[in-house]
C-alpha cells in the first residue's frame, strides 16, 4: 500500500493498524534546534483520546507517546531538542477487542471502506478497518503538535458548530467556551440540545453527522503558491483526508455561490501595520496564497457507519446478507474530529512555511514599501 505520507518539506508517514500492537508516524524536515518532549505532544493527544464521555468510542486507550528518534539533549541548551533528522513517534494499543469483528470478517459493512479495499488489495483487515480506521488519526495528532512548534506566532484552533441538523448560533461564539464542554462547542447554549440529540441517537444505536470550523491566525501573506501549490487546495485534500471527512469549504465556501461580487470581495484600507481587511469571505486565501487574514475552513463528517441498527450487504461469496455492528463505536465521529482538524492544519501550515522560507526567504512585501519585512 502506497500514499502513506503527505507533505512536501514538512512530510508526514504514518504507520499501524487499528489492532495491531502499536501504531505512530515519522516526521521528517523538522528543522533542528526547537524544544520537544513527549508531554509537548501528550496534550494534544489526550484531547482526541477515546473513552472520555458517553457518546464517544468506550476504548480505553492511553495514547501515551514515545519519542524514539530525532532528538538530543546535548548539556549545551535547557533541554531535549529536535535535531533536524527524522523524528519517529510510537503510540501503542492497549485495548483492542478483536472478538468484537468476527461475525463480519467475511462481510462489507456499509458506508466502510471494507469492499473497495478488498476490491483493490483482495485483503483487509476487518478489525476495525486496519489502515482505514480513526485509530490512525492519533498519529496525525501527535505530528501535529511537532507543526505547531515548526511555525510560532500562529495559532490553530478548531471547534465544533454543528452536530446533526443542530448549528450553533454564531452571535454566541466563544472561544474560551470550547475548552469547557467535551463537544468544543463555542456556544454554551447549544450544549442541552447537542446532548438531547446524541442520547436518542445513541439509544436508537444509530449515529450522526457533525461540522467542524478551524481557524488559524498569525499566518502572515504569502504562503502558498499561485497554481499547483494552492494553499487552500493542500489544506482542503488534507482536511478531506481524515477520516469520514465528505466536505470541506474555505471561507463562505459553497454559500458565496449565492452572493454577489460587491458582498464577496473583501474590500481593504491601509493601516498603520498594513492592509486592513474589512471582512474575511475569502477565508485568508486568495489566489492560493494566504492573505494575512486568518485562514478559515469547516469540515463535514459523516455519521459513523458502524451502527446497531441492521443493514443490507454483501459477503466475499457475494451472497445478500444482513449486517449489525457491534463494538464500541462513536455515535459522532466528529466531536473527537476537532483536535485532528486542528493537526492537519498545522501540518499544512508548517509546510506552506517552510517552502516559503526555502523560496523567498521568509517576510512579505508590504504596500509603500520596496523591501521585503
Known sequence: MSHNTFGHLFRVTTWGESHGPALGCVVDGCPPGIALTAEMIQGFLDKRRPGQGKFV???????????LSGVFEDGRSDGQRTTGTPISLMIENTDQRSKDYGEIAQAFRPG???YPYFAKYGVRDYRGGGRSSARETAARVAAGAIARLVIPGVTVRAALVQIGPYAIDRTNWDWDQVEQNPYWSPDAAIIPVWEEHLEKIRKAGSSTGAVVEVEATGV???WGAPLYGKLDAELA????SINAAKGV?????FASAALTGEDNADQMRMGNDGPVFLSNHAGGVLGGLSTGQPVVARVA?????SILIPRETIN?????????????HDPCVGIRGVPVVEAMTACVLADAFLRHRAQTGGGAYRPGQSERL
Do not use: W, Y
Not at 468510542?57 to 519519542?67: F, G, K, L
Not at 485534500?237 to 478531506?240: D, E, K, R, T
Not at 469549504?249 to 465556501?253: D, P, S, Y
Open 220 to 222: 502572515p501573506a504569502g
Open 301 to 305: 463528517f459523516k455519521p459513523t457507519s
Open 249 to 253: 469549504e474555505i471561507g463562505e465556501g
Open 112 to 114: 466502510h471502506a471494507d
Open 237 to 240: 485534500a488534507a482536511l478531506m
Open 57 to 67: 468510542t468506550q476504548r480505553q486507550e492511553p495514547d501515551a507517546v514515545r519519542i
Open 316 to 328: 466475499e461469496a457475494g451472497e445478500n446478507v444482513d449486517l449489525r455492528t457491534k463494538g464500541r
